[in-house]
Antibody, heavy 119, light 107 residues
Framework: QVQLQESGPGLVKPSQTLSLTCTVS??????????WSWIRQPPGKGLEWIGY???????YYNPSLKSRVTISVDTSKNQFSLKLSSVTAADTAVYYC???????????WGQGTLVTVSS | EIVLTQSPGTLSLSPGERATLSCRAS???????LAWYQQKPGQAPRLLIY???SRATGIPDRFSGSGSGTDFTLTISRLEPEDFAVYYC????????FGGGTKVEIK
């Protein structure tokens, strides 16, 4: 069974870049079985999909965030990463990494990590 | 973008009662690519239903999904204490969007 674990700074200053990594265990990113996503949830609010990456490096982003988002993959470490630039307080959220197969919902999720944007 | 509207916002029920949650899409969800998740405080969402009506692995049969096009329903036939949580619908037919959630609370 696939397991995912987010890691990264819990506090980011406004205008800086948020960087998170998701480490995958129980399966290989290189297998090509899954697409690897980032999803976020502001405190007390709903869920927002950020984007996904395939092991080949192909990506697909939420149009509302596309200008600020970069998702990358490191198959040698079985990790994928999120960078969100020019952050504001509105980017404060729990960030989840998750997996999905083609034409399917998100089946495996990390536990989530809270990132607060504050000076 | 397909907007999903969930209703009601909060459902107050007692254990043993039936819960009916609604999810309406702003346009037709292709191939019934509609999922339901359960989220408890401090936890990640858990997939319950995919393809509008198929239960995910390990999900009890008191959870059922139905609907097509723009109108979908999640039904919990008899609420157990562990079912009190927030439920989200999500479409994955055209990019990915989530509904705003329905909180099922103990009456």
């Amino acid at each position: 069974q696939v397991q995912l674990q987010e890691s990264g700074p819990g506090l980011v200053k406004p205008s800086q870049t948020l960087s998170l990594t998701c480490t995958v265990s129980g399966g290989s990113i290189s297998s090509g079985d899954y697409y690897w996503s980032w999803i976020r949830q502001p405190p007390g609010k709903g869920l927002e999909w950020i984007g996904y990456i395939y092991y080949s490096g192909s990506t697909y982003y939420n149009p509302s965030l596309k200008s600020r988002v970069t998702i990358s993959v490191d198959t040698s470490k079985n990790q994928f990463s999120l960078k969100l630039s020019s952050v504001t307080a509105a980017d404060t959220a729990v960030y989840y990494c998750a997996s999905m197969v083609t034409e399917a919902p998100f089946d495996y999720w990390g536990q989530g990590t809270l990132v607060t944007v504050s000076s | 973008e397909i907007v999903l509207t969930q209703s009601p916002g909060t459902l107050s029920l007692s254990p043993g009662e039936r819960a009916t949650l609604s999810c309406r899409a702003s346009q037709s969800v292709s191939s019934s690519y509609l999922a339901w998740y359960q989220q408890k405080p401090g936890q990640a969402p858990r997939l319950l239903i995919y393809g509008a009506s198929s239960r995910a692995t390990g999900i009890p049969d008191r959870f059922s999904g139905s609907g097509s096009g723009t109108d979908f329903t999640l039904t919990i036939s008899r609420l157990e204490p562990e079912d009190f949580a927030v439920y989200y619908c999500q479409q994955y037919g055209s990019s990915f969007t989530f509904g705003g959630g329905t909180k099922v609370e103990i009456k």
